[in-house]
């Protein structure tokens, strides 16, 4: 069996399917594409909130310990508060409300912890272990504590109400 390899230099077909840098070329080669027009420029996009959304707000649940300490450490830091951090707290309609003062008489604890005054707690009905939920709003500069039974009061009256849902 002799005769030309299919394939191979002595093949007749490989000059006509070969591509530059195969056997067979012949230093042909392609013409360079044309230059692509410029993109036009990206639209201007809106700047991000500069401050939290007012309306933003974020939900914990903590406990008091003996010493009326709160453990909050994640929403304080959404807040901003490190320690050290001076508070104002006040009750309104049953809900005790911290915020920023810097004329505040209190302090965020060393640790991260929330210690709410003694005459606060009374006024609230609020004894070591008593649940409560946490409610922090960065763009109020506000910390909300609901003692959680009156959390479960309102809801179950929502229930109640058919307002659920």
């Given at each position: 069996?002799?005769?030309?390899?299919?394939?191979?230099d002595d093949d007749p077909r490989a000059a006509q399917h070969s591509g530059?840098?195969?056997?067979?070329?012949r230093g042909d080669h392609p013409r360079a594409a044309p230059p692509r027009p410029p993109r036009p420029p990206l639209p201007d996009?809106?700047?991000?909130?500069?401050?939290?959304?007012?309306?933003e707000a974020h939900l914990d649940v903590g406990r008091l310990?003996?010493?009326?300490?709160?453990?909050?450490?994640?929403?304080?830091?959404?807040?901003?508060?490190?320690?050290?951090?001076r508070i104002q707290f006040d009750i309104t309609a049953g809900v005790i409300?911290?915020?920023?003062?810097?004329?505040?008489?209190?302090?965020?604890?060393?640790t991260g912890l929330l210690a709410t005054p003694a005459p606060i707690r009374q006024l609230?009905?609020?004894t070591a272990g008593d649940l409560v939920v946490l409610l922090a709003q960065p763009g109020r500069d506000l910390l909300l504590i609901h003692p959680a039974r009156t959390v479960a009061r309102?809801?179950?009256g929502q229930f109640a109400a058919g307002n659920a849902g």
């Open positions: 069996m002799s005769g030309p390899r299919p394939g191979g530059p840098g195969r056997a067979g070329d996009l809106p700047h991000p909130p500069t401050r939290p959304d007012q309306a310990d003996p010493s009326g300490r709160i453990s909050a450490r994640a929403l304080l830091h959404l807040l901003g508060w490190p320690p050290g951090h409300t911290a915020t920023s003062d810097p004329a505040g008489r209190h302090t965020i604890g060393a609230c009905h609020l309102l809801l179950a």
